[in-house]
């Protein structure tokens, strides 16, 4: 639960970014803070819905 946690704390901190990035007109720095929000938010959702439910692994 608590790698979950901390993955969408980087993910709120990507979107955080992404705002920032918009404003800048910094196109590279907007598409990689975009992948990783999308990655580190899909990642965290996963882990938290895989430790609330018991369906994944073990």
């Known amino acids: 639960m608590v790698l979950g946690i901390i ?3 980087v ?3 990507s979107v955080v970014s992404v705002i ?6 910094n196109i590279l720095a ?7 929000a999308l990655t580190f938010g899909f990642f965290s959702i996963a882990t ?6 018991s ?4």
Do not use: N
């Open 20 to 25: 920032r990035q918009l404003r800048f007109k």
């Open 30 to 36: 907007l598409g990689f803070s975009a992948v990783s």
């Open 55 to 58: 369906t994944c692994g073990s």
């Open 11 to 13: 993910a709120i901190v």
């Open 7 to 9: 993955l969408l704390v």
């Open 48 to 53: 938290i819905i895989c430790q609330i439910s």
